[in-house]
């Protein structure tokens, strides 16, 4: 798994425990370009990479409208989904609803951090001086660390974090013998919604479709 690519090497102490972080990459202060973390989750990593800040410019208008729309009303099922894969965790709608007191802590801390990581980003861009940057990349760095520690949490679960700002997440699931993804974000009580594994945000459907089969 890779992991972020740190400028001084850190670790980081979780509420839920002390984990050390997976070594990574040291480079030095003075020649670190510090990158705002991607707003939509693509991999189980940070990265502070051109594409990273790309895909995070990128996904925030696509998201936005996505959340603007309702659950698709229409729907025809794909003919080629993915099969479920052997040694899996996938979830029933009721075992998803079960585990949201846990998630949904996990994710209110990862938007808390993954804010606090972008507002100091945007600190050390500012005209500062040498000293404050030094304790300003202290402070992104350990956002950074507490950030892959709390997705490795959603990891171990089997829960796949989708939105940084939102606190989107898909709970993997099973449906008629093809993968599909149970859909949450924070602020709701329970999973109404499901998707298609390739439809995205945009194409989810009234979770009583699956109740109803």
């Known amino acids: 798994m890779n992991r972020i690519h740190h400028c001084p090497s850190n670790k980081a102490t979780d509420a839920r425990g002390s984990r050390d972080v997976h070594s990574r990459p040291v480079m030095k202060t003075s020649n670190c370009n510090v990158h705002a973390p991607p707003r939509r989750y693509v991999g ?8 990273d800040t790309q895909s995070r410019t990128i996904g925030c208008s696509a998201m936005q409208s996505e959340f603007a729309a ?6 025809t099922p794909p003919i080629n989904a993915p099969a479920p ?6 979830f029933s709608v009721d075992e998803a609803n079960r ?3 846990l998630v949904s802590r996990i994710v209110n801390d990862i938007m ?3 804010q606090s990581a972008v507002d ?4 050390i861009e500012q005209p500062i001086s040498q000293e404050l940057e030094e304790q300003l990349r202290s402070d992104y760095e350990l956002a950074m660390d507490r950030l892959n520690l709390l997705i490795d949490e959603l990891q171990q679960i089997g829960v796949e974090l989708k939105d940084f700002e939102k606190g989107l997440v898909d709970f993997p699931a099973v449906h008629l013998n093809r993968e599909i993804s149970l859909c949450w974000h924070s602020g709701e009580t329970n999973v109404h919604t499901w998707h298609e594994v390739d439809a995205g945000y945009a194409g989810r459907q009234d979770v009583t479709m699956l109740l109803g089969n």
């Open 44 to 51: 189980w990593c940070f990265s502070r990479t051109d594409a």
């Open 112 to 114: 808390r951090w993954y």
């Open 120 to 123: 100091t980003r945007h600190q």
């Open 99 to 101: 585990s949201l007191p």
């Open 70 to 75: 309702g659950p698709t009303r229409t729907y």
């Open 85 to 90: 894969r052997p040694g899996r965790k996938y």
